[in-house]
């Protein structure tokens, strides 16, 4: 059934964001550099086919999928990351192809050669791949060592040389001998009673040796549990805290002495400073009455008024008003003046007297007398240093109060937290002494307990805490580990007479000497049981691989054969011509291609590119054909013509026409506009069969065009 291409759907490729579209026999996607024409042919491959690395595909991000019809009932998609690839049902179809047979299939960036590493596109190991099952044979052989090859069964009995395999069994059925003797010594060699007596009376004595080291191990927890206990209550009296209480008290005393220092200097300074503030007073008022002498106001103006008010009441009298107000006005001024100065004087009088009380009292505070400011501000002067200091005192005295507060709290908590009590501060020191006694008798008891538990000398993951209900007794130990030692030298020796043979039994088993003889015995017979195991194994190795290599050889033969009668075959030899218009053959010489006209042979390497291009695509055709049984199948070129003259595209052009219209389809890229033309020409007669496919005309790249243009 042919398979072909029926659709490809894809996103994100390259310029384009989505592609679809749906393919006939012939068909032609044109586009030019860098419109995705490589994105698509790679994305093809990946999607198709499992061995792409030959091709060296490069990174994308691309997803659609590659729908193909004649592989299976129905159509069949595949994706880049497909599970299951072409391969997958040609292997169930068309078992044995070639793992490289999808570069039959695929023209990729114009590199039509077969095996880019042979000379002319393609030489005899390709063939050996394509057109027979020598490859299969060679790597099946390769698996067959050198020593086996050369190796025979005769009379049911492996024969051949002593090296590889064969050496490696020999050893085995050595060593299988060499365990069955020994395990016919020990037979003879492992019993008697004395030794089992002796083994016996070991046992009990370390069983009493075991009971008395747990009880050893439990004593050594319970005398760690006690220092534990002993460190904790030595933490809460410790000398450290106890010294750190004294310093505290110490402290606390100094500052009670320095306090009621200050409070001395500061009695004394505010003794001194006592007439201070009213000094002060004094200042202000002395400052405020200083000024001239206020004289008392004439008589005369209290006699004039009094006469001008009585004329004023005889003009009245008089019936002369006008002359009666003058002599009123007049009056009420001079009168106005007189009580005006009367009343200056009377507070005049008043501050008088209290500056004279002012000059009483500071002769009384200073015995000295007051003549004018200066005297005041000169004791100001005296006072203030007194004045200022006593204020500073008084608030350090208020600070330090403050503060000897806090201490002595603190000092009672220090207490608590040493005793579990405040004490009365007069008890402060007998209560230390008190402490700092318990924390010798707790250091001394623990220095006790911590020498006894290093003489038990028991390691802290040792340490047993279930009661074993036996007690520890040293000498009792000691005794009996003396009597234990003394049973293992008898059992010693009578175990040296088996020494020689466990010794003998630890290498094959690579058991340590000192296990015992129970493990020692199970592993022999693990050790012989596989022995025995690996002596079959290998025994059927060997004569398999010698029949498979039989089989191989014989085979061979026929390998030679098959190959030129592939090439040979129509299904290879026809499309030559088909392609050509002028070689009817190719051939194999030693391991060179060459190829005939009518006239001449031709080393394949020796023809010009165009005409190799040609019968390298003939040989791809043939051989695919030929591998699938003559079904027709899909042909993907790349430009797989950019490098031939005109003439020769022309005629390539229409050899792959040609093709479709024997039912192949052909899937061409090309920038070139020459191919395009050809392309379009031939694709006439194909109707719908033939599609274009213009990658320049889709919107993505339409768009990228655009602003290209733009700038």
Not at 497 to 525: G, P
Request: glycine fraction near 6%; proline fraction near 3%.
């Amino acid at each position: 059934m042919p398979v072909s291409i029926r659709e490809i759907s894809v996103q994100n490729l390259g310029p384009h964001s989505q592609l679809s579209f749906q393919l006939g026999k012939l068909n032609l996607i044109f586009g030019h550099n860098e419109n995705g024409k490589t994105f698509l042919v790679e994305f093809i491959i990946r999607s198709l086919f499992k061995h792409t690395t030959p091709w060296n595909l490069r990174k994308q991000e691309a997803r659609g999928k590659v729908i193909l019809e004649g592989l299976a009932d129905e159509p069949v998609e595949f994706w880049p990351s497909s599970e299951q690839k072409i391969e997958d049902f040609w292997e169930i179809t068309r078992p044995g192809l070639p793992p490289d047979f999808s570069r039959l299939l695929v023209v990729k960036g114009a590199e039509v050669d077969i095996a880019a590493e042979a000379d002319g596109g393609i030489d005899a190991t390709v063939l050996k791949r394509l057109l027979s099952n020598r490859e299969i044979l060679d790597h099946i052989q390769k698996r067959i060592s050198k020593t086996v090859r050369e190796s025979k069964i005769q009379s049911g009995l492996l024969t051949g040389p002593k090296r590889g395999e064969m050496s490696a069994r020999q050893d085995l059925e050595k060593e299988n001998k060499h365990i069955f003797g020994l395990f016919e010594r020990i037979n003879k060699a492992y019993s008697g009673g004395e030794r089992k007596t002796l083994e016996e009376r070991k046992c009990k004595l370390e069983e009493w040796r075991d009971q008395m080291l747990r009880a050893k191990r439990f004593l050594a927890y319970k005398s760690a549990q006690e220092i534990k206990h002993l460190e904790a209550e030595k933490n809460r009296t410790s000398t450290e805290q106890i010294l750190a209480v004294r310093s505290q008290l110490s402290h606390y005393r100094r500052m009670v002495a320095e306090y009621r220092q200050k409070q001395q200097e500061q009695k004394k300074a505010a003794e001194q400073s006592g007439h201070y503030e009213w000094l002060k007073s004094a200042r202000e008022v002395y400052q405020n009455n200083l000024g001239a002498e206020v004289a008392q106001p004439p008589l005369f103006f209290l006699v004039a008024a009094i006469i001008l008010l009585l004329n004023a009441a005889v003009l009245s009298f008089l019936s002369m008003p006008v002359y009666a107000a003058g002599a009123i006005a007049l009056g009420g001024l001079v009168g106005f003046l007189y009580f005006t100065k009367s009343r200056k004087l009377l507070r005049h009088a008043t501050e008088k007297q209290e500056i004279e009380n002012l000059k009483a009292t500071f002769k009384k505070y200073f015995g000295s007398p007051l003549t004018s400011l200066p005297d005041i501000l000169g004791q100001l002067e005296k006072l203030e240093q007194d004045y200022n200091i006593a204020r500073v005192l008084a608030q350090q005295l208020k600070d330090d109060l403050a503060q000897l507060h806090t201490d002595k709290r603190k000092i009672d908590e220090a207490f608590q937290n040493l005793t579990g009590a405040r004490p009365e501060p007069g008890s402060w020191d007998g209560v230390l002494q008190q402490q700092e006694k318990k924390a010798r008798a707790l250091e001394a008891r623990l220095r006790d307990r911590e020498l006894f538990l290093a003489q038990l000398d028991v390691a802290v993951s040792d340490y047993l805490n279930d009661d074993p209900e036996v007690k520890y007794n040293r000498e009792e130990l000691e005794k009996i580990q003396k009597e234990l030692e003394d049973v293992r030298e008898l059992v010693e020796a009578e175990n040296r007479n088996l020494a020689s043979l466990k010794q003998l039994v630890c290498q094959e088993t690579e058991d340590d000497i000192s296990a015992s003889w129970e493990i020692i015995l199970a592993n022999l017979q693990k050790r012989s049981q596989q022995i025995l195991q690996d002596y079959k194994a290998i025994t059927a190795e060997i004569a398999g691989k010698i029949l498979v290599n039989e089989v191989v050889e014989e085979l061979r033969k026929d390998e030679e054969s098959k190959i030129l009668a592939g090439l040979r075959s129509p299904e290879v030899q026809t499309p030559i011509y088909q392609v050509t218009n002028r070689y009817h053959s190719v051939d194999l010489q030693g391991e060179k291609l060459v190829a005939s006209d009518q006239y001449n042979t031709f080393d394949l390497a020796d023809l010009s590119t165009g005409a190799q291009e040609q019968v390298l695509l003939a040989l791809r055709i043939g051989f695919a054909a030929r591998l699938m049984q003559g079904d027709s199948l899909f042909l993907i070129l790349d430009d797989a013509f950019q490098y031939s003259d005109w003439r020769r595209r022309k005629l390539l052009v229409d050899k792959v026409a040609e093709l479709a219209e024997n039912g192949w389809q052909i899937i061409y890229f090309s920038m070139d506009d020459n191919i395009r033309t050809l392309f379009d020409r031939r694709g006439k007669k194909f109707g719908e069969d033939y599609k274009f496919i213009n990658l320049d005309h889709q919107p993505d790249v339409q768009r990228q065009q655009d602003v290209l243009s733009e700038n």
